[in-house]
């Protein structure tokens, strides 16, 4: 049964969000009525809102999770809620803030930007973590509350607006693409990071001062680790041997990153479990249909015949639907037996007579001897149903007609006789009234002239005939369209009867290429400015090139880690491209930044180590949190991008401090304090 929907909601999270709500109600009323019968909703309206309800549920079990993880791992790091919470704080006052803008500037969140909320407390927490392990760093060196602040401002402060400037800048690297929801995706958490940035370097340093305005600060569990020195030491003890197996490493990544694919099969980002996703499935594996289809316009109705013909004539054509075929084609013959139809209906007359006295025991007589009869037929139906079609059809049809009958002769038994009178005289009324009817109605029929268009529903009409005159053609595949080359030979055989075809199949063809190239042209544009904006940082190409390395071989192994495990991207998890290089790049400018002000490797034995890490976790929990949702395309983001986060972490924190403890060694400033 094909379903229209008469006009699309105003206020509804998608167009015809009521309009499904209410399908589906009168659907489940109607199961309990017909038990053996299956029965569903689906189509692309109702796929499209499941998508956006499925992946709304989902974020907000993910936001809880990732504030909930970060608050127990912030009271196990630093012993203390105080401190934690202002910076929560001014990360939740910058999410209300974007929250705000997102709304004043483009009103709405779509499937994949509605993540950002979990994006922002994941990587806007990074911030607040530096700035305060380095704050506690000071203070537990003997400075006061204020020089404590302004010292961090000066020093982490400028790793901080390098680190969250290309996070920024990858998000809003995608905003230079023809595709809207990339655009908006860019905007709002490219906007969320930077109110999140600017609020731990203005907010937070407030708050901290607030608090500790008395003196007498306790230092937290974060800087409380006496191994710092010496694991930095035990990190950077065989530097040529970690790098060897970095290169194995990275050769082997080589070779399983070039086995990487992308599935553009858009039903995989849905939770099978739906009922309009496994419906669709259904309908694709059993050859009865599918919810999606080209659509063709005609001028004129001999031009959509002439078109329909030609595209039924493909082979990657299962069915043309058009307004032609809602006329019947060859009416003489039909005209002459409707004409002899109206003749004989009006000649045949229902007098009193056909309303009578009923005889109840014949009735139940007449019953008794019908349900005798029907198990009688079953009976020897079944003898032959083995060798014949229409014996199956008989049993069958019996099977149907036998249970009623059963229980019509048993209420005939228990009814009194004037109760049963009354109610089959009643029913005889009903009966002959709607008979009268039909009379009537065929009495009227015409048939001397054959059918238009215009005798046609408005129902009907209106789907197909635009009010301009224009046809429109549904054109339905006899191949899986959600599959990429299936689809590519699909659209090819309909634009070669009709260059201007259009409908979803074309469309997702064209969205997932625009969708590819926005996000390659994205990343491009991400690398460029991440470049500049280190090189501002340091003003040298040395080290701009050491805080690119790690990124570079961390986007590698992640890679090689989805071809080894055959994860495959798709148009939801390829936003990763432009993202993971934003904020794998920042652990390379923590560890460069603190390295270039020391000119040693202090990464554990400081702030430094700790605080990244304890921001990598946080970003880890924002994107894990996706992965115990039911929409595919947000739990295959949040996989691709823990992937990325520890792959670039791995290589910042262990491989570059290599290559720095081996320029170390050749310039003769290897640190040679003594292990503690």
Known sequence: MLLRPSKEEENSATPFTGVIHRVRQLVNEERKNHLHVSMGVTGEPVLLDDELRQSEDDMKIATVITLALITIMFFFAYGEFSRPLLALAALLASVVITLGLTTLTIGHLNIISQAFIVMILGLGIDFGIQFIGRYEEEMSLGKSAAAAVEITTVTTGKALLT????????????????????????????????????????????????????????????????????????????????????????????????????????????????????????????????????????????????????????????????????????????????????????????????????????????????????QEGAKQAKQYIGLSGRARQAVETFEKLIPPLERAVAIMDKLPVEEAKKRLERHQVKLVGSIAQNLNWLKTQRGDRPLTVNDLPPQLKDRYLSKNGKILLEVEPSVDIWERKPNEEFVHDLESVASTATGTPVMNLEYIDLLKSSYIEALLYAIGI?????????????????????????????????????????????????????????????????????????????????????????????????????????????????IGIICTLTTSMIVLPQILALMDRASGEEDNDPVP
């Open 163 to 374: 680190g969250g400037g290309t996070t920024a800048v990858a998000f809003y690297a995608m905003c230079f693409n023809d595709f809207i929801g990339l655009t908006e995706l860019g905007w709002i958490a490219g906007t969320g990071v930077l109110l999140a940035l600017a609020a731990s370097l203005t907010l937070l340093p407030a708050l901290l001062l607030w608090r500790d305005r008395k003196g007498n600060v306790k230092v937290g569990k974060l800087l409380k680790f006496g191994y710092g020195l010496s694991l930095d030491r035990t990190i950077t003890a065989h530097p040529y041997m970690v790098l060897i197996v970095a290169a194995g490493l990275s050769f082997l990544a080589w070779k399983k990153a070039t086995q990487v694919t992308f599935d553009h099969n858009l039903l995989h980002l849905q939770n099978p479990k739906m009922e309009s996703v496994r419906l669709t499935r259904e309908l694709l594996d059993t050859g009865k249909g599918s919810v999606i289809y080209g659509v063709v316009v005609a001028r004129d109705v001999q031009e959509a015949d002439s078109l329909a013909d030609k595209l039924r004539q493909l082979p990657t054509v299962s069915k043309v639907r058009t307004l032609g075929d809602l006329v019947p084609r060859d009416q003489k013959k039909r005209m002459e037996e409707v004409s002899k139809i109206s003749k004989i209906a009006g000649e045949i007359s229902l007098g009193g007579g056909a309303v009578q006295t009923v005889d109840v025991a014949k009735a139940k007589k007449d019953l008794e001897f019908l349900l005798e009869s029907s």
């Open 530 to 642: 991440i470049v500049v904006m280190i090189f501002l940082l340091f003003w040298r190409i040395q080290d701009l090139l050491l805080t690119l390395l790690p990124l570079g071989i961390g986007v590698l192994w992640m890679f090689g880690l989805l071809g080894f495990f055959k994860i495959q991207l798709d148009p939801a998890n390829i936003v990763t491209l432009p993202m993971i290089h934003g904020i794998g790049v920042a652990y390379g400018v923590y560890v460069m930044d603190r390295y270039r002000e020391e000119r040693k490797i202090r990464i554990f034995e400081s702030s430094t180590g700790k605080a990244v890490i304890l921001s990598a976790l946080t970003t880890l929990f924002g994107f894990g949190s996706m992965l115990v949702g039911q929409y595919r395309g947000l739990v295959t983001l949040g996989l691709v991008m823990c």
